[in-house]
């Protein structure tokens, strides 16, 4: 509609037109932000995999296309991934530059042009914000050469469970108290990265912080199993846990406070999908199946308003 056409409407008329069009506009511009087709690449270890497990399904529910490409090797760090890289660029035919399935990072992200490379901190190392220098700025130099058109994304790692028998390092030879000290460290670390580069952050270790400090759904240790002398196939009460905690390996208690259950990979991919498709999850059906639907639904209410609020959570 053409000014000279609105100004000839009474002021408040004016006023109401000119308001709508404002509105349509923003939504074309949220709508025109919105990912209907993203190729994703992902540079870090088994917490990236955990985080990213239920992406695909997300993806899917939502009408979307994903293409996700690998460089994740288990408990690696960024100063690890750059190593590989420095050997790579020394010498290609060197296989100690080619971990990943027999190929170089150079190689994998030959593989298209990708909108989006994530990279995180091997969680052990990502509350002491020393160890990601010089390897992050090293690394986010050469994605931007291969890769000038991608967006570079930082995923926030969580903070180990409250019943770790230790947490990660906040400093050389000094490690945290707890999992809210680990937390307040590691989001330090990953938020001052996000500075130094301009970088978004997939604000995962915020929303496991959240359901960790929920009164209702928050988990608490089972003061009441005998961890000295278990008997197969018990196991103490970890109802709302999102990390994988206690399990039986045949005859073998077996204790991982850190990496992330079916219901803590929901939780993450819950963020991944919100931010990196710029998409509500308030519609979101599908659940994991060991996941309770009253417990889902919790996850997405932490989940979305994580992603609203991810800029102000301190």
Known sequence: MKINIILRFPALVRFSILFLLLVCQAGDVFAQNQRDTLRLFI???????????FLPQLAKERGKTLVIGHAELGGHSLEQHW????????????????????????????????????????????????SYYPYASK???????????????IHQTWAYRADARKFGRISEGKLAKNQQEMWQKSRAAYHLLAKR????ILPVGDAFEVVANDKKFGFKP????NYHQPTAPNLPDQTHSINIGYFWNKNELVFDPNHANDAGKYLGGLVWYSILFNDSIKRIRFKPE??????ARYLRKVAANTVIHKEAVK
């Open 197 to 200: 580069i301009n970088a978004p």
């Open 43 to 53: 540079i870090g270890n088994s917490f990236s995999q955990n985080a990213s497990t």
């Open 222 to 225: 089972d003061l009441t199993f």
């Open 290 to 295: 060991k996941v309770s639907e009253e417990f």
């Open 83 to 130: 190593s590989y890289v420095e050997k790579a660029e020394a010498n290609p035919d060197d296989p100690k530059g080619k971990p990943y399935d027999g190929k170089s990072l150079k190689m994998l992200l030959a593989q298209g042009n990708w909108d989006i490379v994530t990279i995180q901190q091997y969680s052990f190392l990502s509350a002491d914000s020393s």
């Open 139 to 153: 690394l986010i130099a050469y994605l931007k050469a291969l890769q000038p058109q991608a967006l570079i994304v």
